[in-house]
């Protein structure tokens, strides 16, 4: 069983107070990075500039403004060639960057809320029907990475 009030106290003190920076995907993974820039070897060797911390998303997940939703895991998809994620992320998420982090949730399911300025939420859901990894809170400084999936 996982400790999510352990993951949510870690995860609060390295992002509230610091900035959403960028938003983007990788095939259906979701990304989102937070923090300045550090250079960091990657699995090369080589060395690569990365953000402070992030968040990758393989489950459900949306971006929420005053309670109207922006931006849905299901705009990303194959079969649509993401241009509808990447035509709302562009229209609605990129233009308000960087944001302000104001507080941080986890609940007891794993599930994950991001409180952004601008009255912009961001959560990523857990469904316990089905085995993936969710998410996972990457910290670039110390590298380590907190994975939640189904347990």
């Known amino acids: 069983m996982r400790d999510y009030f352990e993951i949510n106290n870690i995860i609060r003190r390295k992002l509230i107070g610091n900035y959403m920076t960028n938003i983007g995907r990788a095939a259906d993974m979701l990304w989102i990075q937070?923090?300045?820039?550090?250079?960091?070897?990657?699995?090369?060797?080589?060395?690569?500039?990365?953000?402070?911390?992030?968040?990758?998303?393989?489950g459900s997940w949306s971006f929420m403004q005053n309670e109207n939703i922006l931006l849905l895991s299901d705009d990303?998809?194959?079969?649509?060639?993401?241009?509808?994620?990447?035509?709302?992320?562009?229209?609605f998420i990129k233009k308000m960057l960087p944001l302000t982090v104001m507080n941080v949730d986890i609940n007891e399911k794993g599930a994950l809320n991001i409180f952004l300025g601008n009255n912009l939420k961001f959560q990523a859901i857990t469904d316990k029907d089905k085995r993936i990894e969710y998410w996972r809170f990457i910290d670039n400084i110390n590298k380590e990475h907190l994975v939640v999936f189904e347990d």
């Open 76 to 91: 990303i998809s194959e079969s649509k060639n993401n241009i509808l994620f990447d035509g709302k992320n562009e229209e």
């Open 34 to 58: 937070y923090g300045g820039f550090i250079t960091a070897k990657n699995y090369k060797g080589e060395e690569v500039i990365r953000s402070e911390y992030a968040i990758h998303v393989q």
